[in-house]
């Protein structure tokens, strides 16, 4: 079984490459739209699917063989989604679409990326920190996709493949039932009161909705010194929690 992580990396992006990248964009959203529209509505079989609008695709929106199927995957994916919900896959916006090892490459020695776009292929350096350095060090990634944020910038998420460890062979075997009133019941019968975390997430709960409330209404200066108020209380949270953790431990 593999466990697959999605390192999301920033772009930096010129105005040709901005140009290159929103065509794509579009093209890989109208070709959703194209097959959602185009296969039978009760159809979610990808590759009967693909069989009979592959070449349309390819031949309306100009875009790359692998783009083009997973356009197809993708109108599949939802629609199976979407039948397990109970609803119809009505629109798919222009701000994603999905790469993998024939459309993009990752190459470490300059923290870079490969995409293929609608007019050729192009090379992005990553705004990245030490964090998704570190992830993304020593990786060779297959698959990514690309997107685009409400606030314009470009980012490219990037999954990493791998197995978990294989556990140990224990005859010491201890459940855990999480819950609220008692945080933690273990199968031995051990007790942990969630009363203490209860007051504090009930309580950061009111001074939250208050805080929304000012921000919404006050200036920008007050707005900032609400963000910086919640950040606090999460933090305060998190310590809790694993104060809590801790304990049971």
Request: charged content about 25%; proline content about 3%.
């Amino acid at each position: 079984m593999k466990q697959v992580l999605t390192v999301s990396c920033k772009i930096q992006v010129t105005p040709e490459q901005v140009a290159k990248i929103d065509a794509t964009l579009q093209a890989f959203a109208d070709a959703c739209e194209y097959v959602n529209k185009t296969a039978p509505p009760n159809l979610v079989n990808e590759l009967a699917m693909q069989s009979l609008v592959y070449h349309d695709v390819r031949a309306l929106f100009g875009l790359s063989s692998q783009l083009a199927i997973h356009a197809v995957r993708r109108v599949s994916g939802n629609r199976k989604t979407a039948r397990h919900k109970g609803f119809d896959v009505k629109k798919f916006a222009p701000t994603s679409a999905t790469y993998d090892v024939r459309t993009f490459s990752f190459r470490e020695k300059d923290w870079t990326a490969s995409l293929t776009l609608i007019g050729g292929r192009e090379r992005f350096s990553f705004a990245i920190g030490n964090y998704q350095r570190g992830l993304l060090k020593g990786q060779n990634p297959k698959t990514a996709t690309l997107v685009k944020r409400k606030n314009g910038t470009y980012y490219l998420n990037i999954q990493l493949e791998s197995k978990p460890p294989t556990p140990e062979e224990t005859g010491q075997v201890l459940g855990v039932d999480l819950g609220r009133t008692d945080i933690a019941v273990t199968s031995n019968g051990d007790k942990f009161s969630g009363q203490g975390i209860t007051k504090i997430r009930d309580k950061h709960a009111r001074v939250r909705a208050q805080l929304q409330y000012k921000a919404a209404k006050g200036t920008r200066s007050s707005r900032r010194r609400c963000r910086r108020l919640q950040q606090r209380l999460s933090a305060e949270e998190r310590r809790f929690q694993t104060h809590i953790n801790q304990g049971i431990d």
